[in-house]
């Protein structure tokens, strides 16, 4: 069976132009706080979404239905996508080279890793993730999105109450990408990429 890799859906020049940007504009800063920028970026447009999602709520009936059933699929696609370009950028800002395979596998691994320490408390071993395989990884990535995904649902049933409903689903879909991307900015804070030469993850 085939995975849908996220990661193929972000433009990686877009990536490297938005922080050759950010890093010009804030040259006093340094990377993390660089990475604090980029985390509360990325979790305004997951905020974004959670209210855009929620909306339809606000009509009784149909749009009840629609809020409730759709709004999974579409708050997992874009906190996926948003939250890869978010990895992806702490990556550019700490002095990956984005063409470079090993950047990609290791931006791969942190989602997973980030993700998965945020749904079970621990994240996922790097010697694991290398053994498993790419198609094997992008299984378990889309296994912990939808796990998130359904998360997100319980936390937000209240999006069906107008107003307060999508208040309430923009708050948690902020809180879950500002969390994710902490985890995320403190791997890239405190390891060295060459650690990841050799890996054999492939995305």
Do not use: H
């Not at 980029?38 to 009784?60: D, E």
């Not at 621990?122 to 359904?150: F, T």
């Not at 809180?175 to 390891?191: F, L, N, Q």
Request: glycine share 6%; hydrophobic share 45%.
């Amino acid at each position: 069976m085939f995975y849908i890799n996220p990661f193929d859906y972000v433009n990686k020049n877009d990536v490297r132009k938005r922080v050759l940007k950010i890093k010009k504009k804030n040259q006093e800063l340094n990377n993390r706080q660089l990475c604090e920028m980029v985390i509360k970026n990325k979790s305004r447009w997951c905020a974004a979404s959670g209210a855009v999602t929620a909306l339809p709520g606000a009509f009784p009936g149909l749009g009840t239905v629609v809020a409730v059933l759709g709004g999974t699929a579409l708050d997992i696609t874009a906190l996926s996508y948003f939250m890869s370009e978010m990895i992806l950028e702490m990556s550019a800002i700490y002095g990956r080279d984005l063409n470079i395979p090993a950047a990609s596998r290791e931006a791969l691994w942190v989602f997973v890793s980030a993700v998965s320490s945020d749904l079970a408390g621990k994240g996922l071993a790097r010697a694991a993730a290398a053994r498993m395989g790419r198609q094997a990884v992008l299984k378990l990535l889309q296994e912990l999105l939808l796990s998130l995904g359904i998360r997100v649902s319980q936390r937000s049933l209240l999006k069906i109450i107008p107003v307060l409903g999508t208040v309430i689903s923009s708050a948690v879909n902020y809180y879950i990408c500002k969390k994710i991307g902490a985890i995320a900015a403190d791997y890239y804070e405190k390891s060295s990429f060459s650690e990841w030469q050799g890996t054999t993850i492939d995305i």
